[in-house]
């Protein structure tokens, strides 16, 4: 099934629109990110010569076209400020590198040609790119797609889990009730399939019961304070994340998450039971004396 959507946004590359295209449906709209934009016209401001007040005026009418919003009075702002630059000795090497790059493709990064696309800042998608880079990837570039694709799908989780908590606040009695479903389920799981890594001491890996799967475990979040918690584990659901399909697909806090968390929390309560038994231990032999 081919996707159409009417705005396609990224950089000035050709590489990811020409992939788009080869695989879906052609976009009504092909924009250009302001930002990296802005950054490609301040790498090549040394073309200008002279001084910083120079590059900072050819800056400042650049700037100023992409941002006009009436399109006559751009096309004629745009004519005035190519001639401009083109005729001062100083600025025309910026002038054949802003005409070759920038004049065929004003309707993708001019403001006047993006007012009815119903997209008129690329910020959201900035920010987006930015919580998926650093909280999601840890500031990583991932080399492997599914690595990439567990990164979003663990976003878009968390995503759906602010609208699901946001617009049924007090309402959340399904979810919670399949939360515990779950938890009844891992009591019936082995605590043997469980295996905590040695290398990294937030997964774990959980083999399913015919043997033939195993699924990672891995801890992202210390403190929550939302509502979906399992009363029994004392976690919520941004705990753990898990690689089977309920938890990466429909977004549930799986047994195999329950089973670590029992686990997790059976081994503190007997460190607990050790350390109250070496302190009573002592506490004997100081009285005896």
Same mark, same amino acid.
């Given at each position: 099934m081919k996707?159409?959507?009417? !705005?396609?946004?990224? &950089?000035? +590359?050709?590489?990811?629109?020409? +992939?788009?295209?080869?695989?879906?449906?052609?976009? +009504?709209?092909?924009?250009?990110?302001?930002? /990296? !934009? &802005?950054?490609?016209?301040?790498?090549?401001?040394? %073309? =200008?010569?002279?001084?910083?007040? %120079?590059? $900072?005026? =050819?800056?400042?009418?650049?700037?100023?076209?992409?941002?006009?919003?009436?399109?006559? $009075?751009?096309?004629?702002?745009?004519?005035? +400020? #190519?001639?401009?630059?083109?005729? &001062?000795?100083?600025?025309?090497?910026? $002038? *054949? @590198?802003?005409?070759?790059? @920038?004049?065929?493709?004003?309707?993708?990064?001019?403001?006047?040609?993006?007012?009815?696309a119903g997209l008129n800042t690329n910020m959201h998608l900035e920010r987006m790119h930015g919580v998926l880079k650093h909280i999601y990837l840890k500031g990583n570039k991932p080399k492997r797609l599914d690595i990439a694709i567990h990164a979003l799908m663990r976003f878009l989780r968390d995503k759906l889990f602010e609208k699901l908590i946001s617009s049924h606040r007090g309402k959340l009695t399904s979810k919670i009730s399949a939360i515990r479903q779950r938890h009844t389920t891992s009591l019936t799981l082995a605590e043997?399939?469980?295996? %905590?890594?040695?290398?990294?001491?937030?997964?774990?890996?959980?083999?399913?019961?015919?043997?033939? *799967?195993?699924?990672? !475990?891995?801890?992202?979040?210390?403190?929550?304070n939302c509502e979906l918690k399992c009363d029994e584990c004392k976690i919520c659901i941004h705990t753990y994340i898990c690689t089977c399909p309920d938890s990466a697909i429909k977004f549930n806090m799986c047994k195999h998450i /329950?089973? !670590?968390?029992?686990?997790?929390?059976?081994? $503190? &309560?007997?460190?607990? #039971?050790?350390?109250? =038994?070496?302190?009573e231990g002592a506490l004997f032999i100081h009285d005896s004396k």
């Open positions: 996707l159409k959507t009417n !705005v396609f946004m990224s &950089d000035m +590359a050709e590489e990811l629109f020409n +992939a788009w295209q080869a695989v879906m449906e052609q976009p +009504a709209l092909r924009l250009f990110c302001s930002w /990296h !934009v &802005d950054r490609a016209w301040r790498k090549n401001l040394s %073309k =200008v010569k002279g001084d910083n007040e %120079k590059r $900072a005026e =050819v800056y400042k009418v650049i700037r100023t076209l992409m941002e006009e919003s009436d399109k006559i $009075a751009f096309e004629q702002m745009f004519q005035e +400020a #190519v001639s401009d630059l083109k005729s &001062d000795p100083n600025t025309t090497e910026f $002038a *054949e @590198y802003f005409c070759r790059e @920038y004049q065929r493709t004003v309707l993708s990064w001019a403001y006047c040609y993006r007012q009815n043997q399939e469980a295996t %905590k890594s040695e290398e990294d001491s937030n997964l774990w890996t959980v083999c399913s019961k015919n043997k033939y *799967e195993v699924y990672h !475990v891995t801890r992202v979040n210390e403190k929550c /329950h089973l !670590v968390q029992k686990l997790i929390n059976d081994e $503190a &309560d007997n460190m607990n #039971v050790d350390n109250n =038994v070496s302190e």
